[in-house]
């Protein structure tokens, strides 16, 4: 395959960051996106599908923006977005310190009110104050999303290619100018890696990219009945686990997010000790559930992507070649900010303003760029 237009951009990884890149840009570039494997066939199509925007610590806009694309996209191609709102549970014990005030976005309510506002969702809630109720929350079916990016992308002249393996970044006098694939060579004036935790390996000769593996776990339980329409997201911060209702009424529940030293080595099993706290201390909570059956498991097979500080790089780095763009460290939250990741790269590339702040994207916030860094939860 060879192209020859001074208006190419090729984006490797065909997760959902690349398929929100391509649709991004294909109204105006000839984008070609390449994967080794298949479209969304890895980390992206076991993602959870919960969209707690409102919970996390984003800049301003970044949000909204997200949440208002997810709206605009429900109903086009096989994509749905179904809203609820999202319970964080307070322990009795950490219950006083919001009776007077919510963190910003929440409504505390207590236990009586909180039950008394989800009829028939909760289950035993005995260890519990109430609970930090956020709207502008969902859910999504991750791997249906991905596909219709693809078609989105596809119909406004993109091409996506699986089983396409991209072997090396072409540069000439300090800029992108195509790549280098196991058919051949693809000239470019843009290059998006959005390949995870991989890029740092990938990229090694040109950037220094401070990010690390990381494995989460997640099952999906049967409940006795399915559940209630009225049963809302939720988590639980201790345990550190998050759930949601499936279309077909189970429940999923994930967390237990550690980084990895050997992904491709580490088995791609749940972990037992999350399995039992799933079905010994999450179940419970839920009406129903404590009963379940387990009718699915899973984890990040090859792997999710931390950062240091817990939010994206997205960036033309400076050090790197003009034209090259990075996509990494989503830190488990790549679904859920695909739709700010891929206008950020758009804006990059056409050096148009984004509509939202860009500056915390940036490598050079970073001043040590290895991959020795501990972890950063998503509930610290």
């Known amino acids: 395959m060879s192209t020859h237009t001074d208006r190419v951009v090729v984006v490797v990884g065909a997760g959902v960051s690349g398929l929100a890149v391509a649709r991004e840009l294909a109204s105006d570039y000839d984008v070609v996106v390449l994967d080794k ?8 199509s076991r993602a959870s599908g919960m969209i707690s925007l409102s919970l996390e610590p984003f800049p301003d806009g970044w949000a909204d923006f997200a949440l208002e694309q997810f709206r605009a996209l429900d109903g086009r191609g096989i994509f749905s977005f179904t809203e609820r709102e999202t319970v964080r549970l307070v322990p009795e014990s950490d219950a006083a310190r919001y009776t007077d005030e919510a963190p910003e976005g929440g409504e505390f309510l207590a236990r009586d009110d909180l039950e008394a506002r989800y009829p028939d969702a909760f289950g035993d809630l005995s260890a519990y104050g109430g609970g930090l109720v956020y709207e502008g929350t969902g859910y999504l079916d991750a791997l249906d999303y991905a596909m219709t990016l693809k078609w989105l992308a596809e119909e406004a002249g993109a091409g996506v290619f699986r089983d396409h393996e991209v072997t090396g970044l072409r540069v000439d006098d300090g800029a992108v100018v195509g790549v280098e694939t196991e ?29 690390r593996p990381l494995r989460w776990n997640a099952v999906v339980v049967e409940p006795d009945e399915p559940l209630s329409d009225s049963v809302p997201l939720g988590s639980e911060p201790t345990m550190r686990v998050y759930w949601r209702p499936t279309k077909r009424g189970d429940v999923l529940v994930g967390g237990n997010e550690q980084l990895l030293s050997d992904p491709e080595g580490t088995s791609m099993g749940v972990q037992e000790s ?35 500080d817990g939010l994206p790089i997205v ?8 034209g090259l763009v990075v996509v990494a ?19 990059l590339v056409t050096g148009e303003d984004a509509p939202f702040p860009t ?8 001043e040590d760029r290895s991959a020795t860094f501990e972890y950063r939860s998503h509930w610290e």
């Open 359 to 366: 500056t915390q994207f940036e490598l050079s916030r970073f």
């Open 37 to 44: 494997g298949g479209v969304a066939a890895d980390t992206s």
């Open 183 to 211: 058919y051949g060579p693809i000239d470019a004036d843009h290059v998006v890696y959005a390949t995870g935790w991989k890029t740092r390996e990938l990229l090694a000769d040109y950037v220094e990219l401070p990010v």
């Open 274 to 308: 999350f399995r039992e706290t799933v079905l010994a201390d999450v179940a419970p909570l839920l009406d129903g559930v404590d009963e379940g059956t387990v009718r699915r498991e899973d984890c990040c097979p090859t792997a999710d992507c931390a950062s240091p």
């Open 315 to 322: 960036d033309a780095p400076a050090a790197a070649p003009d």
């Open 329 to 347: 460290g989503l830190h488990g939250r790549g679904v859920m900010l695909s739709p700010v990741v891929g206008r950020a790269v758009r804006s």
